[in-house]
């Protein structure tokens, strides 16, 4: 199985803060890399695609890049909404497997 | 828009198997190529459970692949999971997804999400 390593795990940020979490699969999966946004009781959302490709109706202050092996997801300016955890997947390989997830904790 | 609506027991006996039904609304079966469970450890880690085409065609996680039948009912719209030899490290919440228009494996659409306890 291809092991996707998130950091860091928790990241303590304000609102208007550019935030970055990081990627890492254990091996190259092109960029079939996905991330998800997941609130409290909520069910995950997926706000990214490919690597880069945004989902309808996300806001353009997410987005995504990389290739290969490491991969970054950057909230240009959070917003309240956006205190979350947040997953990345890779899509590729089976079986489709998770980071363990980067939670955005108020500062 | 495709809503799903998962439906089974919460709570299933040590050894005992679990059976979820997930329901497709606003749209078809056919509409996403393949149909998935996964599951969320109460700490928050996800598990990819497998998938089933709406031809029936399936992939497994090889880690519960001996344990886990996914299969699918286009007639009535529906799919399913059955997970035998359930044990308390089994006790998540299971959810389905399909895919989305946007490419394979991307999970678009979930259902509510089923918390699964496994106690006797």
């Known amino acids: 199985d291809i092991q996707m390593t998130q950091s860091p795990s928790t990241l303590s940020v304000s609102v208007g803060d550019r935030v970055t979490i990081t990627c890492r699969a254990s091996?190259?999966?092109?960029?079939?890399l996905a991330w998800y946004q997941q609130k409290p009781g909520k069910v995950p959302k997926v706000l990214i695609y490919?690597?880069?490709s945004i989902m309808s109706g996300v806001p353009s202050r997410f987005s995504g890049s990389g290739a290969g092996t490491e991969f970054t997801l950057t909230i240009s300016s959070l917003q309240p909404d956006d205190f979350a955890t947040y997953y990345c997947q890779q899509h590729i390989h089976y079986p489709y497997t998770f980071g363990q997830g980067t939670k955005l904790e108020i500062k | 828009q495709v809503q799903l609506d998962q439906s089974g027991p919460r709570l299933v006996k040590p050894s005992g198997t679990l059976s979820l039904t997930c329901g497709i609304s606003g749209g078809s079966i056919r509409s996403s190529h393949w149909w998935t469970w996964v599951r969320q450890s109460p700490g928050g880690d996800l598990e990819w459970i497998g998938e089933v085409h709406f031809s029936g065609g399936t992939n497994y996680n090889p880690s519960l692949q001996s344990r886990v039948n996914i299969s699918v009912d286009t007639s009535r719209h529906q799919f399913f999971l059955k997970m035998s030899s359930m044990t308390a490290a089994d006790t998540a919440f299971y959810f389905c997804?399909?895919?989305?228009?946007?490419?394979?494996?991307?999970?678009?659409?979930w259902g509510q999400g089923s918390l699964v306890t496994v106690s006797s």
């Open positions: 091996q190259t999966i092109s960029d079939w």
């Open positions: 997804a399909g895919n989305g228009p946007s490419a394979l494996g991307v999970l678009t659409y």
């Open positions: 490919r690597t880069s």
